[in-house]
C-alpha cells in the first residue's frame, strides 16, 4: 500500500472500528541539536542625514550572511528582507515612550512609528555557505540574521556621519528630533 | 459609539433648519475626524446632519480666484487642472494630506471647520488671504482660524465655499510625523507683488499661525538667504515625544527656506 493510500484512507474514516482507533495522520518528533548553529555575516548601511532637519535616509544596504546550507533561497532573501527593515525601524523608529505618570504615549500607530515601504531602500542581500559540521543538512539558522545585524550597522552608519561634529554615539531610536539634538549638542560644544 | 439622529440633507436651508432644530447637533462633511471621534467615544452629538448629498457644495470655479466648494475632496482639488494651472501649491498641499481613503473621503470645509492644529488646509487659507464664504457672512481667514479646533463659525453655521486669490508664487513644504505623518511643521509661503505672507501649520500651541519675522525678511528679499538669520521663539510652540518645541522652532526656518526655494 502506497503512502497516499494510507493518508487517505486515515482521513477518511467511514470504515473505522471506532472504538478502536480515532482518525486522523500525525506524528510528532522532536530533535535535540548536539550543539548550537553559529551563522555569521556582514552588514553595510549607507545612510544620508540632513543636519537640518535630523532626518536619516537609509540609501543602501547590504546584507551577506552564513547560514550554512540554504534548501529555499527565495525564503531566506525574504526572511532576511523582513529581519533587516525591523531593524531599521529599531535603529530609526521604533520607541515606546511613557510619561511621568506611567501612561503609554505610543500606543497607537499614530505616535508608534513601525517602518514602512518609504523608509527602507532596495535591499541587497547575499549569502556564503559554510556547511555546519554538527547537523546532517549543513543547515545554520536564518531567523533574526536580518535583525541582529541591521540596527548596528544603521547607527554607525549615522554616527559616521556626523563624526566630523565630534559625535560618538546616538541612541536608537535615532528619530529625526534626536538627530537634530544629538548635532545641536555638538555644535554648542565644539 | 453613543446613538444619533442621523439626517441626510439635500439643500443648505434644510441642513441649516435640521441643525438648528437639533438639540446638540453637528454637521458631516466628509466624517474624516468626526467619524473616528464618535468611535472612540470623544464625541456625542445627539444629532448628525449629513451634508454630503447637498448640491452645489463640491464645485471648482476659476476666475481672478479660485473658489472651491465646501464638499470638495481632497482628491478633486489635487487633480483638477484649473487649480493646478491656478495656484499649483494649493493642488500639492491636497495631494499631501492622509492617505488616499482619506483624500477620497476629506473635504476642505470640513478639514478647515475642525481647525485641527496640525491641519493642512488652514495654512493655506492663511497664508493666501482666503476668504471662508458660510451660508450666512464671508470671513477672513486672518479672522477666522481663532484657535486649537477654534474658528469664527457660529453654532450652526456652513461653510460653503473657500476663495483663495491667486498669488505671484507660492509653494508649501511639510516635515510630517514620522508615525501619523500629520504635519509636525508645514510652511505655507505665498507672494502677492510687494507682500509675502507666510503661514504655520502643526506647530503652534493655539492652531495655525502667520509667521511675522518670516513675512518681514522676504518681503525684503523673496530669496532663502533672506531667512539666514531668521529665528522663531519656541515659547508658543507645541512639545511632544516627536518634536520639541525648539526643534519645531528650527523646522519652521527650514521649511520656509524650502518653500521659498520651490516658489521662486
Same mark, same amino acid.
Given at each position: 500500500m ?6 487517505l ?5 467511514h ?5 478502536e ?20 555575516g556582514?552588514?553595510i ?12 535616509e537609509?540609501?543602501?544596504f547590504?546584507a551577506?550572511?552564513?547560514?550554512g ?5 527565495m ?16 535603529a ?5 515612550s ?6 503609554l ?8 512609528t513601525?517602518?514602512?515601504?518609504d523608509?527602507v ?5 547575499g ?7 554538527h547537523?546532517t543538512l ?5 531567523g ?5 545585524g ?5 547607527i554607525?552608519?549615522?554616527?559616521d ?5 565630534g559625535?560618538k554615539?546616538?541612541?536608537m ?8 539634538q ?6 554648542a560644544?565644539? | ?9 439635500t ?6 433648519k ?6 446638540d447637533?453637528?454637521?458631516?462633511a466628509?466624517?474624516q475626524t468626526?467619524?473616528?471621534t464618535?468611535k472612540q467615544?470623544?464625541a ?10 447637498v448640491?452645489d457644495?463640491s ?9 472651491i ?5 481632497h ?6 487642472s ?6 499649483p501649491a494649493?493642488a500639492?498641499?491636497?495631494e ?5 481613503q482619506?483624500?477620497?473621503r ?6 478647515v ?6 491641519? !493642512? &488646509?488652514? /495654512? ?5 488671504n *482666503? ?9 477672513q ?12 463659525l457660529e453654532?450652526?453655521?456652513?461653510i460653503?465655499?473657500?476663495?483663495f ?12 510625523n514620522?508615525?501619523?505623518r500629520?504635519?509636525?511643521v ?6 502677492f507683488g510687494a507682500e ?9 500651541d493655539?492652531g ?9 525678511a522676504?518681503a ?10 531668521s529665528t522663531?521663539s519656541?515659547d ?7 518634536a520639541?518645541? !525648539? &526643534?519645531r /522652532?528650527s523646522?519652521?526656518?527650514?521649511? *520656509?527656506?524650502?518653500?521659498v526655494?520651490?516658489?521662486?
Amino acid at each position: 500500500m502506497a503512502f497516499g493510500e494510507v493518508a487517505l484512507t486515515a482521513y477518511v474514516p467511514h470504515n473505522f472500528p471506532h472504538d478502536e482507533l480515532e482518525p486522523g495522520l500525525d506524528e510528532t518528533a522532536f530533535y535535540d541539536p548536539a550543539n548550537f548553529t553559529f551563522p555569521g555575516g556582514c552588514h553595510i548601511c549607507e545612510v544620508e542625514v540632513d543636519p537640518e532637519t535630523g532626518v536619516t535616509e537609509v540609501t543602501n544596504f547590504t546584507a551577506v550572511d552564513d547560514i550554512g546550507r540554504v534548501i529555499n533561497p527565495m525564503i531566506v532573501e525574504g526572511q532576511v528582507h523582513g529581519g533587516v527593515a525591523q531593524g531599521i525601524g529599531q535603529a530609526l523608529l521604533e520607541g515606546c515612550s511613557y510619561d511621568a505618570d506611567g501612561q503609554l504615549l505610543t500606543g497607537s500607530y499614530m505616535d508608534y512609528t513601525m517602518p514602512r515601504a518609504d523608509n527602507v531602500p532596495n535591499f541587497k542581500v547575499g549569502t556564503q555557505s559554510t556547511l555546519c559540521t554538527h547537523n546532517t543538512l549543513g543547515v545554520k539558522g536564518v531567523g533574526e540574521v536580518g535583525a541582529i545585524g541591521s540596527p548596528p550597522a544603521v547607527i554607525n552608519a549615522i554616527v559616521d556621519a556626523l563624526s566630523d561634529m565630534g559625535v560618538k554615539d546616538i541612541s536608537m531610536p535615532a528619530t529625526p528630533s534626536k538627530v537634530w539634538q544629538t548635532i545641536q549638542n555638538a555644535k554648542a560644544s565644539s | 459609539m453613543h446613538d444619533f439622529n442621523y439626517h441626510k440633507a439635500t439643500n443648505i436651508d434644510e441642513a441649516v433648519k435640521v441643525h438648528q432644530g437639533a438639540e446638540d447637533g453637528t454637521y458631516m462633511a466628509g466624517g474624516q475626524t468626526l467619524l473616528p471621534t464618535l468611535k472612540q467615544r470623544l464625541a456625542s452629538p445627539s444629532d448628525i446632519v449629513d451634508i454630503a448629498g447637498v448640491q452645489d457644495l463640491s464645485s471648482i470655479d476659476v476666475s481672478n480666484e479660485v473658489s472651491i466648494g465646501s464638499m470638495t475632496t481632497h482628491a478633486a482639488v489635487a487633480s483638477s487642472s484649473e487649480v493646478l494651472s491656478a495656484i499649483p501649491a494649493l493642488a500639492h498641499l491636497a495631494e499631501g494630506i492622509g492617505d488616499p481613503q482619506v483624500r477620497n473621503r476629506g473635504t476642505i470645509g470640513g478639514s478647515v471647520a475642525n481647525n485641527d492644529p496640525a491641519a !493642512d &488646509y488652514p /495654512a493655506a487659507c492663511l497664508a493666501l488671504n *482666503a476668504t471662508i464664504k458660510t451660508n450666512q457672512r464671508e470671513i477672513q481667514a486672518d479672522d477666522f482660524f481663532t484657535g486649537m479646533f477654534e474658528t469664527a463659525l457660529e453654532e450652526g453655521e456652513l461653510i460653503t465655499s473657500v476663495n483663495f486669490p491667486k498669488p505671484d508664487t507660492a509653494a508649501y513644504m511639510k516635515f510630517p510625523n514620522p508615525a501619523s505623518r500629520y504635519a509636525i511643521v508645514g510652511v505655507f509661503v505665498a507672494k502677492f507683488g510687494a507682500e509675502v505672507r507666510v503661514a504655520v501649520t502643526g506647530a503652534g500651541d493655539n492652531g495655525v499661525f502667520r509667521a511675522a519675522e518670516i513675512e518681514s525678511a522676504l518681503a525684503g528679499s523673496f530669496s532663502p538667504s533672506a531667512l539666514d538669520n531668521s529665528t522663531i521663539s519656541p515659547d508658543d510652540l507645541l512639545s511632544d515625544i516627536h518634536a520639541q518645541s !525648539d &526643534y519645531r /522652532a528650527s523646522l519652521i526656518v527650514t521649511m *520656509a527656506k524650502r518653500a521659498v526655494a520651490a516658489a521662486s
